[in-house]
């Protein structure tokens, strides 16, 4: 019979072994799992506005040393500004109207550049009832320091439809709409790198590959009737893998993935994963993968954090919608190399 010290060293091979087969499944290079830890200290006091805004964020963005940040929801007509301190998200007390009136523009994301913060609708047809959504069709630009939406774009519905790739997935409903049920084509991330403007789509995936466009910063929030002249981007994240969220780094764009449709309970499970893209280079990397999620949780917003002096990690911070406030929690990863 093997001693105490002999079984609790099998012991502790047994799980670096079950540890190093999850990563070395999750893929190719991966070196992290992002979990929440049972210490992890991010609150959110007090609470972002109204019920169902605050149970629903789905973009959220700050500048580059977090002093302002922004969170959009999918359910209203406002976004809301927020500080970081610490650990701690403080919203503000008041709101940004992004549009007049009721009809909401699906707000799906936000980024931050050069001193305006952008939000962008979901460019597609209703989820739940397939029906047009005129509203959504819109990037917004608003003030980082008054709030006000100084800029609205309405460009990128024409260059959706004019788009090889996507254009025949264009308003179709996002579960199994399009040619081969791929998904019609659908916006859950925005980012700015370089001076051009990325949108990323959660549907359509066709085969392997997710999509993403993108055009000149200017040319997005140029008045002319000009046609924007936008590039379509095949990115392969998985099969049924869509893009959730964006977010620019330095080097590129840090990419939040998830399942087209979320599956249910008998349907094909998607990991959630965190890549590293260049656009110009074309380079992919998958640097994390996240954790099962809680029940109802969806991860849909990355927000990027100061690297606290480790130049050779990316630090990032994960909200989630289908939680009050978003239930952050922080994870960080290595560069890619």
Same mark, same amino acid.
């Given at each position: ?23 070395? $499944? *999750?893929?190719? &290079?991966? @070196?992290?799992?992002?979990?929440? /830890?049972?210490? %992890? =200290? ?36 406002y976004a809301q500004f927020f500080t970081v301190s610490g650990s701690k998200i403080i919203p503000d007390a008041s709101s940004i109207d ?11 994301? $936000? *980024?931050?550049? &050069?001193? @305006?913060?952008?939000?962008?609708? /979901?460019?597609? %047809? =209703? ?103 936008a590039r379509d981007h095949e990115i392969a994240l998985g099969e049924k893998t869509g893009i959730r969220d964006l977010a620019a780094v ?88």
């Open positions: 019979m093997p001693s105490l010290s002999q079984a609790l060293s099998r012991r502790k091979l047994i799980i670096a072994a079950l540890c190093s087969a999850s990563l070395l $499944a *999750a893929g190719p &290079g991966l @070196s992290q799992i992002c979990e929440r /830890s049972a210490d %992890n =200290s991010w609150t959110v006091k007090p609470d972002f506005r109204g019920d169902k805004a605050r149970t629903q964020l789905s973009g959220a963005a700050c500048n580059e040393n977090i002093s302002r940040c922004i969170a959009a929801n999918d359910e209203k007509t992004l549009i007049a009136g009721d009809d909401e523009p699906d707000a799906e994301g $936000a *980024a931050h550049a &050069g001193g @305006s913060f952008y939000i962008t609708g /979901s460019h597609g %047809n =209703s989820r739940r009832k397939n029906k047009p959504n005129e509203q959504s069709y819109v990037v917004l630009r608003v003030n980082a320091e008054s709030g006000a939406v100084d800029a609205r774009s309405g460009k990128w519905r024409s260059a959706i439809f004019r788009s090889e790739k996507l254009g025949p997935y264009a308003a179709q409903p996002l579960k199994d709409g399009g040619p081969g049920q791929a998904g019609g084509a659908n916006v859950e991330g925005v980012a700015v790198w370089k001076d051009r403007m990325y949108l990323g789509f959660r549907g359509p995936s066709v085969g392997k590959n997710a999509y993403a466009l993108s055009a000149p910063l200017g040319e997005v929030f140029d008045n002319s009737d000009k046609e924007m002249s330095d080097t590129g764009l840090l990419i939040l993935t998830g399942p087209v449709n979320e599956p249910d309970n008998k349907g094909e499970k998607v990991d959630r994963s965190i890549f590293h893209w260049n656009p110009e280079t074309g380079k992919l990397d998958r640097l994390a993968q996240l954790s099962p999620l809680a029940k109802g949780a969806k991860a849909e917003t990355l927000v990027v954090l100061p690297d606290n002096g480790d130049k050779g990690r990316f630090r990032v911070l994960l909200i989630f919608e289908g939680i009050p406030n978003g239930d952050p929690f922080e994870c960080s990863f290595p560069r890619p190399k």
